[in-house]
Nanobody, 121 residues
Framework: QVQLVESGGGLVQPGGSLRLSCGAS????????MGWYRQAPGKERELVAS???????NYADSVKGRFTISRENAKNVVYLQMNSLKPEDTAVYYC???????????????WGQGTLVTVSS
């Protein structure tokens, strides 16, 4: 069974930085897109950023210029560097990936358990 485990959340002051990490483990043949989503209290889950295995990235308008997504394919890890954090960035951040366990198998969507990021003075 494949798992995604996030780390790096916590409390940070406005204007500060945090780096989230997410590692995939289990039976993995290949990983296609990896991404970060977030869900604030009372709001729907939204895409923050995504990155393909080839390195192409996509960002929500609200985080462009402040957040950077990257990945290490050999380690099955994706990162989210968050700078200039704002109170409205407060949310549970979830790692997401499309993973297949074998060449002939389809990609399956996998979610992490989430890590809380709180931006407050």
């Amino acid at each position: 069974q494949v798992q995604l485990v996030e780390s790096g959340g916590g409390l940070v002051q406005p204007g500060g930085s945090l780096r989230l990490s997410c590692g995939a483990s289990g039976r993995i043949f290949s990983i296609n897109v990896m991404g970060w989503y977030r869900q604030a209290p009372g709001k729907e889950r939204e895409l923050v950023a995504s990155i393909t295995s080839g390195g192409s990235t996509n960002y929500a308008d609200s985080v462009k210029g402040r957040f950077t997504i990257s990945r290490e394919n050999a380690k099955n890890v994706v990162y989210l560097q968050m700078n200039s954090l704002k109170p409205e960035d407060t949310a549970v951040y979830y790692c997401n990936a499309f993973i297949r366990a074998g060449l002939a198998l389809p990609y399956r969507e996998v979610w992490g358990q989430g890590t809380l990021v709180t931006v407050s003075s």
